[in-house]
């Protein structure tokens, strides 16, 4: 079982550009996440989808757009990239409520 | 709202020695705990959690965090550590049933514990 992928692994991206970070699960869980790692900051929630055709908006997410076609993708889109985006981004998915949440590998995105 | 501190951001010890990672948390509702381990470039881990029951939780690498509501804390301890322990250390904390927030994690910043031989 894959779990969870992500993609890129890495990516370097000017700023003013667009990019989507694409993240799929292969558990069948209802539930799916996207933070954003800051030294010092831990982890921090950009959006969150509870079901597929539902999304919500997290702690940080100026900047950053997701939908949520189906149950398996939870795709991330910056629109317009500035450095301040500069971050390693994970996506996690997890059964709804306070159960455990499985984490991809990162992606590591610098903004120039 | 709800919020983590991890009063330490970084804890070397040597190899065997105990070691407590400390974490405290602010929320005026019910929570549930958890503490995640990340090995150098990987993701999160599930290490243990508290959603409810006996206060004390164990993992089944030798840690444990005992719940204290009076104070707000869920450190995490081990008794004797091993270098490969080394990795860095995220409590967080979700609020009970309920809310929009259910489900949701909140972060500490995180503590690095080195083992040193």
């Known amino acids: 079982t894959a779990g969870i992928t992500q993609a890129p692994t890495s990516q370097i991206l000017a700023a003013g550009r667009s990019m989507t970070l694409r993240c799929t699960q292969d558990?069948?869980?209802?539930?799916m996440y996207w933070y954003r790692q800051d030294l010092g900051l831990g982890l921090r929630l950009i959006h969150y989808?509870?079901?597929?055709?539902?999304?919500g908006k997290g702690e940080v997410p100026d900047g950053y757009s997701v939908s949520r076609a189906n149950t398996d993708d939870f795709p991330l889109t910056l629109a317009s990239a500035v450095p301040s985006q500069t971050s390693v981004y994970f996506c996690?998915?997890?059964?709804?409520?306070?159960?455990?949440?499985?984490f991809g590998p990162g992606t590591r995105l610098t903004v120039l | 709202a709800q919020s983590v501190t991890q009063l330490d951001s970084q804890v070397p010890v040597f190899e065997e020695a105990p070691v407590e990672l400390r974490c405290n948390y602010s929320?005026?509702?019910?929570?549930?705990l958890f503490w995640y381990v990340q090995y150098p470039n990987q993701g999160l881990q599930l290490l243990l959690k508290?959603?409810?029951?006996?206060?004390l939780v164990e993992s089944i690498n030798g840690f444990e965090a005992e719940f204290n509501k009076s104070q707000t804390s869920f450190h995490l301890r081990k008794p004797s550590v091993h270098i490969s322990d080394t990795a860095e250390y995220f409590c967080?904390?979700?609020?009970?049933?309920?809310?929009?927030?259910?489900?949701?994690?909140?972060f500490g910043q995180g503590t690095i514990l080195t083992v040193h031989p």
């Open positions: 996690a998915s997890s059964e709804q409520g306070p159960n455990e949440q499985f």
């Open positions: 558990m069948r869980h209802n539930a």
């Open positions: 989808s509870n079901t597929a055709g539902t999304t």
């Open positions: 929320s005026s509702v019910s929570v549930y």
């Open positions: 508290y959603l409810s029951g006996s206060t």
């Open positions: 967080a904390v979700t609020r009970g049933v309920g809310g929009t927030s259910y489900g949701k994690l909140t």
